[in-house]
């Protein structure tokens, strides 16, 4: 039957006044209490413990990096920190060995077992950094391994037949050894926190802290904390990655702290009866675990006994994550290609 073009809009009228059928909105399952209805014991707090036995077998990896000018005792910090000689030993740089006329990068992996736990450390050494009189942008290859080492993690994570265990090489932390001047921080130091706060946690740490008095040390502090303040300069733990309040209440307490006025040594010396790592001075001997002396303990604690999981975490889940979406990103969202993914489309042609 033919509709004239009136009878056609009616009806069109008509089906725009007639709501489509709405659908039922999902009704959220209500939560349970803790523990509501068990009837008894399951064993899902277990899992922790197979969690703890897996990684003692499988262990896990810890890389860090130190920077600062020569000098400042980052080697011997970290075999302190670490108890033993993981880093290469420099008290700086000898008469017959020349100052590197640029910053090299040195990694030195070891493994490094207690109570069960193998860890392999890697110590990322940066030799020739802030030692020249023209130190413009010599924070850039220290930047540059920083990405090689996630463009190296995201190739493996793209490959068809990716390893079970890909070898993680991303620094996970590094430790910036600021100048114990007691004035203010020098401009390589904003320049360089600036651009890598973006790319790694950064820890800044004050070396050599018994060159400076107790007032001395305490002004100093405050004023780093302010020039990295004004300057937009966010160093780890970062605010905006507390998790909750537990989470702010414990690093704010933290950042108060920092940056961690230390003194490194892996000398033991006798007192009170006691061997203790310290340094020892024409007045007594600087204890380095003792918190009256310096703040050693705090960031050896801070580093390994509290945070380091956390260190992990944020390097993967920010650090890396932001690079891998800058990288998919300007490859039109494709994964950068690897030897094996060039075989394969090179196979497909």
């Known amino acids: 039957m033919f509709k004239g073009p009136v009878e056609s809009k009616n009806e069109a009228a008509m089906s725009e006044l007639v709501p489509e059928p709405r659908q039922k909105p999902a009704v959220p399952m209500k939560p349970m209490g803790i523990n509501a209805n068990l009837l008894g014991y399951i064993g899902i707090d277990t899992i922790i413990e197979q969690m703890r ?37 420099s008290s700086g740089w000898n008469r017959e060995e020349k100052i590197p006329k640029t910053v090299e990068i040195k990694a030195i992996g070891h493994v490094i077992e207690e109570g ?22 010599c924070w850039e290859p220290i930047e540059k391994y920083i990405n090689e080492q996630y463009e190296k993690f995201l190739k ?66 405050q004023r780093v904390r302010k020039e990295l303040e004004v300057n937009g300069i966010e160093f780890y733990p970062q605010k905006e990655f507390d998790e909750d309040l ?42 380095v675990e003792n918190l009256t002396h310096c703040e050693f303990a705090l960031l050896r604690d801070f580093v390994i006994r509290t945070h380091l999981q956390d260190l992990k975490e944020v390097t993967h889940n920010i650090h890396y994550e932001t690079y891998r979406a800058k990288r998919l990103n300007d490859n039109g969202g494709l994964p950068p290609m690897t030897v094996e993914t060039e075989e394969n489309h090179e196979s497909n042609l």
């Open 246 to 287: 537990e989470d702010k209440t414990e690093n704010d307490k933290i950042r108060e702290s920092m940056p961690f006025a230390v003194v490194g040594s892996d000398k033991e010396y006798q007192v009170n009866g006691k061997r203790v790592l310290g340094r020892k001075t024409p007045w007594g001997i600087i204890e």
């Open 116 to 137: 069960g736990v193998k860890m392999k450390l890697t110590v990322i050494d940066t030799p020739g950094f802030g030692d020249q009189i023209n130190n413009e942008n």
């Open 156 to 221: 493996e994570e793209v490959n068809i037949a990716r390893k079970k265990r890909i070898p993680d090489t991303r620094v996970h932390c590094c430790l910036y050894f600021i100048s114990p001047t007691g004035h203010s921080l020098r401009p390589l130091d904003l320049e360089f926190m600036k651009h890598l706060s973006k790319v790694v946690n950064i820890i800044p740490v004050i070396a050599k802290a018994d060159t400076m008095t107790l007032e001395e040390k305490t002004e100093f502090k």
């Open 53 to 89: 036995k897996k990684t003692m077998k499988t262990g896990f990896d810890f890389n860090i990096m130190v920077v600062g000018q020569s000098g400042l005792g980052k080697s011997t910090l970290v075999n302190t920190l670490f108890k033993s000689q993981v880093s290469r030993k």
